[in-house]
């Protein structure tokens, strides 16, 4: 069997936990949630999420990863046995669900990269996107788009993962915060941060049955939470660290980095008179196309806009197929080359059905977020805080040292709130998602 792989530093853990969490997640669902889900008041109740639900869930896969150095179906085998291994396999699966319809919408980064320099949309921004996001140029970029993140993986962890995340998370915030800086200045700019910052609480009375799952899958997405990453990643940790300062960091850089793609959308779309609550995903490239069209140096802006995001797509998708990879790596003993071509030819084969048709694109979308998502980080949270507490608890104090009182309360935080909380956005969710399957996807077959 291989040698398994290890971090050469700490701040390559954290660079590539925060590079995992910050992507299309972070960019491109982030908006399109605050703006369908009520503004301010979504945004509030997904920073409640993230400290309170998102922190210790973090804690939770961390210390699995570590206490076993193996990827998420080896950890649970490892510690529950076969009826948990099982588990696992929701981690694996959620993985590369969401890598297969992520990596056409990152190839819908790069097409609009190209597009920006050649104002290619500038005459008809719906059209564009119309004639680019489903048929031949979107197979087309989900392909070039797989072939970069295959090529990453194949490398390893040190020199594929660590190397690339150290040039590309720096990247990400260095061009974020320039990017808010310019929309700071635009026209609709006050508009925007009433609308993002000043929370309507008749909204969230009225609409918390579709605010609380939302805000629970976001969360999770955008912390790369119930798909198996962070298990995998801490898995790598060769030697003992801080695991609850390194989920701060990680958790901090993350929301910090989300907030500010809301600083410079919002600006955009108010200034292009965008509602942002209207449409989904491909609404919003089509309004972000029509902004930048109207704006001075509109080309150059969309170029370093939109190939900020791809950057941040290629850092999330790397930890995405590194599950599944890791899994077969681990389960099966297959050299990373092989697996990774392997996996990552699947992936690319799912993601086809998203790349002509845009109905499967929200199909795979909602029942990710809603379900597996949620679903992966409510059966590993009642695993470490029911099944294996102690275990738990004594993989957290090491490089720490003994918590006392607090690792108590970590641990019934996991297993009370947290554990609730999951449980009741999941039957949301799935409620959500069934209604779903019953008036759009009913309408599509016709």
């Known amino acids: ?13 954290i660079l590539a936990a925060v590079g995992s969490a910050v992507g299309l997640g972070n960019i491109w669902r982030f908006p399109f949630a605050v703006g369908q889900e009520g503004g301010a008041a979504f945004l509030l109740v997904y920073l409640l999420f993230v400290v309170l639900i998102g922190f210790p869930a973090m804690l939770v896969e961390f210390t699995l990863g570590r206490r076993t150095q193996k990827n998420p179906v080896g950890a649970l085998a490892q ?18 669900t969401i890598l297969s319809y992520y990596s056409v919408i990152a190839g819908w980064t790069i097409r609009y990269t190209f597009a920006s320099l050649t104002g290619a949309y500038t005459a008809d921004p719906e059209a564009y996107f119309g004639a680019v996001s489903v048929g031949f140029d979107a197979v087309a970029f989900h392909a070039l788009f797989m072939v970069l993140v295959i090529g990453v993986i194949a490398l390893g962890v040190r020199s594929g993962i660590e190397l690339a995340v150290k040039f590309m998370v720096p990247a990400i915030i260095a061009l974020g915060i320039g990017l808010a800086a310019y929309a700071f200045t635009l026209d609709g700019a006050g508009a925007a941060y009433q609308f993002y910052l000043s929370p309507d609480l008749d909204v969230l009375a009225a609409e918390w049955q579709s605010i609380l799952p939302a805000a629970a899958g976001q ?11 962070m298990i995998t990643y801490s898995s790598y940790l060769a030697e003992d660290r801080n695991l609850a300062s390194d989920g701060a960091i990680i958790i901090g850089f993350d929301t910090a980095i989300a907030f500010l793609m809301g600083l410079i959308l919002f600006p955009f779309l108010f200034t292009a008179g965008v509602d942002p609550g209207e449409g989904g995903p491909g609404t919003l490239f089509i309004s972000l196309a029509a902004a930048f069209a109207e704006l001075p140096a509109g080309n150059i802006l969309g170029a370093v806009f939109f190939g900020t995001v791809a950057i941040a797509a290629l850092s999330s998708a790397i930890s995405l197929l590194e599950v599944p990879v890791s899994y077969v790596i681990d389960e099966f003993g297959v050299d990373r080359m092989t697996a990774t071509l392997g996996v990552g030819g699947l992936v690319f084969v799912l993601g086809l059905a998203p790349a002509l048709d845009l109905i499967f694109l929200d199909l795979f979308d909602l029942f990710a977020d809603a379900i597996l998502l949620v679903l992966g980080g409510l059966l590993v949270s009642i695993f470490v805080s029911w099944i294996v507490p ?13 918590l006392g009182s607090i690792g108590t309360a970590w641990v019934w935080a996991v297993r009370i709130p947290v554990v ?3 449980a009741f956005s999941l039957y949301l969710g799935i409620v959500g998602y069934i209604e779903f399957l019953t008036t759009d996807f009913a309408d599509w077959l016709g």
Do not use: N, Y
């Open 390 to 402: 102690d275990e738990a608890l004594d993989e957290l104090q090491k490089g720490i040292g003994e």
């Open 79 to 96: 510690m529950g046995g076969r009826t948990w291994k099982l588990v696992g396999l929701v981690f694996v699966v959620t993985g590369f």
């Open 1 to 13: 069997m291989p040698q398994r792989e290890t971090w050469a530093t700490r701040t390559g853990f």
């Open 420 to 422: 609730l909380v999951l």
């Open 219 to 229: 969360a999770f997405f955008t912390l790369s939470l119930g798909m198996g990453v």
